[in-house]
């Protein structure tokens, strides 16, 4: 199968006169989706980003970025390698067991010094968008060979599922259409469709549950996804003890490193209750 079916949406439990009742269950856990899900869902968002490049004035392009060290260009030229990162996969022989997405994107921090020579290698080259779309129709191509299957492919970072690779991409192109909007003050930002949003949202919130495994904190980001994590005591019904609860752009900037939990939760962009609601020593996940 593509995918494992995700957890209902609400759970049963069984009373003391055998009457069976349904109640809304918060938590969702090992959430997957079918490759063709995903795929649009990064293809959505890359359009989005690829036409708002197209649209901006050329001496933009030049602007330092919010990222240090990079330019417009450069983040720009980030988006060509997001591309040809899926345009290069192949399918991994069949003894390579696959990472999870917590453990493929756990490598970028090793990798962190190579992904910013590519990038910038990139940014000297020829215009960025060009580039973008000849790297996206080999991304498509790729993607087509696949057919309907979800095969474990190996990727820059290791083997991993090509569903699994594509929700990587909706964290990239999340993430850095956050980072391109906030580069370029005055321009309307680019803005994700919410399938994109939501699978990269989701995806980062399994990443925190796997890395800071437990029940003791419900993390919230609605409307999108909640997980629960942190090692402690655990709720059992009510309202959980200790909640996080912040805005999807948030939690992305949080997750990536962009923004710092203590300035996150003083601006009010996070709520926060309980002693052991502290994501902090968690974060960043990127």
């Not at 419900?218 to 909640?226: G, M």
Request: glycine share 8%; net charge neutral.
């Amino acid at each position: 199968m593509w995918f494992a079916h995700l957890i209902a949406a609400v759970q049963s439990i069984r009373c003391a006169n055998g009457d069976q009742v349904r109640i809304p269950c918060r938590v969702v856990a090992t959430r997957r989706v079918e490759p063709g899900t995903a795929w649009a869902a990064y293809q959505a968002g890359h359009l989005v980003v690829r036409d708002w490049l197209a649209a901006l004035p050329n001496d933009v392009m030049a602007l330092p970025s919010v990222l240090p060290g990079w330019t417009v260009r450069h983040l720009a030229a980030h988006m060509a390698l997001v591309a040809n990162s899926v345009a290069r996969l192949e399918e991994a022989p069949r003894a390579e067991r696959p990472l999870s997405i917590a453990q493929y994107v756990a490598r970028y921090a090793e990798a962190a010094e190579s992904i910013d020579q590519d990038t910038r290698a990139q940014g000297k080259k020829e215009a960025p968008l060009p580039v973008i779309d000849e790297r996206w129709a080999a991304a498509a191509a790729a993607v087509r060979g696949f057919g309907q299957r979800d095969p474990v492919v190996g990727a820059g970072r290791g083997p991993i599922r090509l569903s699994d690779f594509l929700v990587t991409r909706c964290i990239e192109i999340a993430v850095h259409a956050d980072d391109l909007g906030r580069s370029v003050p005055g321009i309307e930002r680019p803005v994700p469709p919410a399938e994109t949003e939501r699978l990269a949202v989701r995806a980062l919130l399994d990443v925190l549950a796997e890395g800071a495994p437990g029940r003791s904190v419900e993390v919230r980001v609605p409307p999108y996804a909640a997980v629960q994590c942190i090692a402690g005591p655990r709720h059992s019904r009510g309202t959980p003890g200790n909640v996080v609860e912040t805005d999807p752009t948030t939690w992305l900037r949080l997750a990536a490193g962009r923004t710092a939990w203590p300035a996150a939760v003083e601006a009010g962009h996070v709520n926060a209750s309980g002693e052991r609601a502290d994501l902090g020593p968690h974060l960043p996940l990127l």
